[in-house]
């Protein structure tokens, strides 16, 4: 038996996803919020403008609804070689994502190449963020995420007798961290995690975001410390703040 030599040369890919396929109900913004307008463009414009400042990534996969017929009227723009669209959403985001990398497997992609997850809703993400996360992840055996320790007092709430929201508890924030994306994981560990956890519906239920399905298999995602400013448009006031921010950049 002769060793192989690892060839130096040798770098895994790296391919962005971005599930884009979600309708954005709490964000009450009349349509699904990626295309609602945000400093001059609509909202996923801004992220995938970033995506395609990151040197690292080999392709961004923008996933959409089966039905969507809005995103190349407010993306206009993307498409390419290494941009790619799939109308191949699921009803939740874990579906949406196990999709598209069925997609990627179909362009090429390999189980030791990484997936990239980032939330469409999360525009004001900066090139800089994204090339930390995945230097700090590449030697990482899991995988991880860029996520910030808890600042603010924790509380759990109830429904009052008046109908009112009531704290009903402080929760040790101690060792709790806010998760946000981009989450980044080898497709070989990410494709079956998801696949797992949707075939439980009760384990399906729980898995908010790719981290907590790699975390279900017993794995321990890396926790990168993210940015304040990484936030994920969801409140009708978000919309606001995302335009002060972005204005400001710009």
């Known amino acids: 038996m002769f060793a192989v030599t690892p060839d130096p040369t040798f770098r895994p890919r790296c391919f962005a996803i971005v599930p884009c396929a979600g309708v954005g109900e709490r964000a009450a913004a009349g349509g699904p919020k990626q295309y609602h307008p945000v400093a001059g463009q609509a909202l996923v414009a801004h992220t995938l403008s970033a995506l395609a400042r990151v040197a690292r990534l080999d392709a961004t996969l923008v996933v959409l609804s089966p039905s969507d017929d809005q995103f190349e009227r407010h993306v206009?723009?993307?498409?390419?070689?290494h941009a790619w669209v799939a109308r191949v959403g699921g009803?939740?985001?874990?579906?949406?994502v196990l999709n598209g990398m069925d997609e990627l497997v179909a362009r090429g992609a390999q189980p030791h190449d990484w997936v990239l997850v980032h939330d469409a809703a999360r525009c004001l993400v900066e090139p800089a963020w994204v090339d930390?996360?995945?230097?700090?992840?590449?030697?990482?055996?899991?995988?991880?995420l860029l996520a910030l320790p808890l600042a603010d007092t924790l509380k759990a709430g109830a429904s009052g007798a008046d109908g009112a929201a009531r704290a009903t508890t402080t929760v040790d924030r101690r060792d709790k961290w806010a998760a946000q994306t981009p989450q980044v994981f080898r497709l070989g560990l990410l494709q079956p995690a998801l696949r797992h956890a949707?075939?439980?519906p009760?384990?399906?239920?729980?898995?908010?975001?790719?981290?907590?399905?790699?975390?279900?298999?017993?794995?321990?995602?890396?926790?990168?410390?993210?940015?304040?400013?990484?936030?994920?448009?969801?409140?009708?006031?978000?919309?606001?703040?995302a335009e002060r921010l972005l204005r400001t950049r710009a």
């Open 76 to 81: 206009p723009h993307f498409g390419g070689e």
């Open 91 to 96: 009803a939740s985001r874990a579906e949406s």
């Open 132 to 144: 930390r996360l995945m230097a700090e992840c590449e030697d990482d055996e899991v995988g991880g």
């Open 198 to 200: 949707l075939a439980d």
């Open 202 to 241: 009760v384990t399906a239920a729980a898995i908010t975001d790719e981290a907590s399905a790699i975390e279900a298999l017993g794995h321990q995602p890396r926790l990168v410390v993210g940015n304040y400013e990484n936030i994920k448009v969801t409140w009708p006031g978000d919309f606001a703040l």
